[in-house]
């Protein structure tokens, strides 16, 4: 038990003491390189529980670290203090098990197992499993304390997949300047963050006053910054063979999207990672309860984020675009371009009839097109298909009325004949399950028992790039690498961390070596060779030819029993027919 304190003795008078007494809302997130390091993040009303004691077997937690001052914020109630321990100096592809909060009242309290995370491989050929979901939020017509009560049922049904990463698609809360609702949200959030770590976007609802790094999204979660603004809002962050980038939609007026848009030319003009994936929450392309192009720049010009970050997608080969903000899934097969109605000088789609496209087919001119995905249903009610019964096209545009946006036309001016079969939709909550095996992509998109009326795989397809070479292979393989380590102790205890180079076998190691009572961080430089046996043929990275791409109806085989698969695969038949839904009237 913790010593009684003066802080605990009012509590107990006022509070209920289980609840407050004990750290909560552990989250894990990525902040830099996912194979050695992690962001330990929790919050307590006990300022002095800001410790992590860690270790690769879970009955010795030998490693302490303590949060510095500037990883501590003190929050608005009933949030506490917010700490996130920066682990640095980890061991690539190794579990480690850890506690926080103080010595003698860590959480989870002995003889609770600890919490763990495994980090990612170093090397780019190991596959990498992510889950994405969005719009977990509440809805706005009920008084539920930020998160839908579907969130927690279905994001826990996605461990199934055993997914390594979690991607969040924004609108995790219902008003973002709510603390109460931030309290909901690492509550519900703990059992599955705690041991999967997150990368995130602010979506609309995520935002509050103040913005920026006073945001209380931003304190809560840590998460890349980007050398733009100094701050969360957009970073990128490499996993695997995979760049990440994460946007923010709420950066779209002429003071903040042109500063956004040139980080994001720039950075994507830098990686030499072979998968691209962008991820941010007002959607590119949408036919839900919010439409392609409703974003409007400084001047009330619609379809802003098509005609400003569609040319980038397309000038860098981004793979993969995942969006949230309507609450529903859908899928569009990859293009080029985009609309005339925004600026544009139209999309080109893969070759075929519109009516009865190939989704496997390339592009018409070789090219490689952007996979955009809407994912919306991680909680907050969706829209489904059953809305487009009565849909009523009243211009001959198509502007239409679409699922709760009773109050008026939603201004989706696409080609409704040509978008219609191009379109992958479905109104179930689910989850994106995305393995990326080196050169092939798998999704499959698993409508869950929550919040349906079974679960069900709703979509599968695949991207696939043959550039993917064995050059890739190892812990990068240019043989030059640095390392920086890291270790605190605490007492008695012998605080030591370890760098490791990033170039293969190279080495780079730190020691702390701490004094009594508290450690120092190590730091080490290393350098190496490409890991011994590995086949790489020494190639550039940055010299990839382009990508080829193909879509496919292909069942996430790892993930199935095979004495299933058949039923299956019929299942994902019937369910593709129901998808693919001819929209118009007539
Ligand atoms: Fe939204």
């Given at each position: 038990m913790r010593r009684p304190s003066l802080f605990a003795v009012v509590c107990s008078l006022v509070c209920a003491a289980s609840a407050w007494a004990t750290p909560f809302g552990v989250r894990l997130t990525h902040y830099a390189?996912?194979?050695?390091?992690?962001?330990?993040?929790?919050?307590s009303d006990v300022p002095g529980d800001n410790q992590v004691a860690f270790g690769t077997t879970p009955d010795a937690l030998t490693t302490t670290f303590v949060v510095p001052a500037v990883n501590t914020s003190a929050m608005p109630a009933p949030l506490g203090t917010s700490f996130s321990a920066r682990l640095s100096g980890l061991s690539p592809a190794t579990t480690y098990y850890y506690r926080v909060g103080a010595p003698g009242s860590f959480y989870p309290a002995p003889p609770a197992a600890p919490l763990s995370f495994t980090t990612m491989s170093d090397d780019r050929c190991d596959p990498v499993r992510f889950v994405v979901i969005g719009d977990n939020r509440a809805d706005t017509s009920t008084g539920a304390p930020g998160v839908s009560d579907l969130y927690g049922g279905i994001i826990g049904e996605s461990l199934a997949f055993s997914p390594q990463l979690f991607v969040n698609t924004g609108d995790m809360v219902k008003n973002g300047d709510v603390p109460e609702e931030w309290d909901a949200m690492i509550r519900a959030s703990e059992p599955t963050w705690s041991t999967v770590p997150s990368i995130t976007t602010q979506g609309n609802h995520d935002t509050g006053d103040p913005d920026g790094d006073g945001a209380l999204y931003n304190r809560l979660y840590e998460l890349p910054q980007n050398a733009e603004t100094d701050t969360e809002d957009y970073y990128a962050i490499d996993v695997g063979p995979v760049h990440f980038v994460s946007l923010n939609t709420q950066h779209l007026d002429a003071s903040e999207l042109p500063a956004m848009a040139g980080w994001l030319d720039a950075d994507l003009a830098a990686t030499a990672q072979p998968w691209r994936v962008v991820f941010f929450h007002k959607?590119?392309?949408?036919?839900?309860?919010?439409?392609?192009?409703?974003?409007?720049?400084?001047?009330?010009?619609?379809?802003?984020?098509n005609r400003v970050l569609t040319p980038i997608f397309d000038a860098h080969d981004v793979d993969l675009v995942l969006n949230g903000h309507s609450h529903n899934y859908e899928r569009f097969v990859p293009t080029l371009g985009y609309d005339a109605a925004f600026g544009g000088t139209g999309r080109t789609f893969p070759a075929g009839d519109k009516d009865t496209?190939?989704?496997?087919?390339?592009?018409?001119?070789?090219?490689?097109?952007?996979?955009?995905?809407?994912?919306g249903g991680g909680g907050a009610r969706t829209t489904d298909i059953p809305f487009y019964d009565d849909l009523v096209c009243i211009d001959s545009a198509c502007t239409f009325c679409t699922g709760i946006n009773l109050g008026g036309c939603d201004g989706d001016v696409l080609d409704l004949d040509q978008d219609q079969a191009n379109l992958v939709y479905d109104g179930s909550h689910h989850y994106v399950a995305i393995e990326i095996d080196r050169g092939v992509l798998t999704a499959t998109v698993q409508a869950t028992a929550t919040g349906n009326s079974g679960a069900e795989v709703i979509d599968t397809f695949t991207?696939?790039?043959?550039?993917?070479?064995?050059?890739?292979?190892?812990?990068?393989?240019?043989?030059?690498?640095?390392?920086?380590?890291?270790g605190e102790g605490e007492g008695e205890g012998e605080g030591e961390g370890e760098g490791e180079g990033e170039g293969g076998e190279g080495e780079g190691e730190g020691e702390g070596e701490p004094a009594e009572g508290e450690g120092e961080p190590g730091e080490g430089e290393g350098e190496g060779d490409p890991p011994a046996g590995c086949t790489c043929a020494g190639g550039d990275a940055t010299a990839l030819p382009a990508a080829g791409l193909v879509l496919s109806a292909i069942p996430l085989i790892s993930l199935i029993p095979l004495i299933s698969l058949i039923s299956l695969i019929s299942r994902v038949q019937r369910a593709r027919r129901r998808a693919i839904k001819h929209l118009a009237t007539g």
């Open positions: 390189d996912p194979a050695t390091t992690m962001a330990v993040s929790w919050n959607a590119v392309y949408s036919r839900g309860n919010h439409s392609t192009g409703e974003e409007e720049d400084a001047d009330g010009t619609p379809g802003v984020i496209i190939d989704p496997a087919a390339a592009l018409p001119d070789g090219t490689v097109g952007t996979t955009y995905v809407v994912t991207i696939a790039k043959p550039s993917f070479t064995s050059a890739l292979c190892g812990a990068e393989g240019e043989g030059e690498g640095e390392g920086e380590g890291e």
